[in-house]
Nanobody
Framework: QVQLVESGGGLVQAGGSLRLSCTAS????????MGWFRQGPGEQRDLVAT????????KYADSVKGRFTISRDSANMTVYLQMNSLKPEDTAVYYC????????????WGQGTQVTVSS
């Protein structure tokens, strides 16, 4: 099993920045990608950004392109989400996810970290 632990959420004013971190442990050898998803109150969980295990391919939601950057430290099995120019609509619980080769889906989840952007 893969365990994912997030950190770095908090309260920030609009226009500010935060960096989220997620460290994977356990059966990490079969992970082909990691990513960040978010879920606002009463909303579904949506993709924010993903990165392949080799770091060559990234994907972003249109709403965060140009503001958020996903990166990874493969040696430490850690993925980061640098969030700049934050907006109130970015307020959500942010979840780290892993995509194991056995399923090919992002179906391993962290506990989530709250990000609140005040106007």
């Amino acid at each position: 099993q893969v365990q994912l632990v997030e950190s770095g959420g908090g309260l920030v004013q609009a226009g500010g920045s935060l960096r989220l971190s997620c460290t994977a442990s356990g059966s990490t050898h079969g992970i082909t990608g990691m990513g960040w998803f978010r879920q606002g109150p009463g909303e579904q969980r949506d993709l924010v950004a993903t990165i392949t295990a080799n770091g060559r391919t990234t994907k972003y939601a249109d709403s965060v392109k140009g503001r958020f950057t996903i990166s990874r430290d493969s040696a430490n099995m850690t993925v980061y989400l640098q969030m700049n120019s934050l907006k109130p609509e970015d307020t959500a619980v942010y979840y780290c996810a892993a995509r194991p080769v056995i399923t090919g889906k992002f179906d391993r989840w962290g506990q989530g970290t709250q990000v609140t952007v005040s106007s």
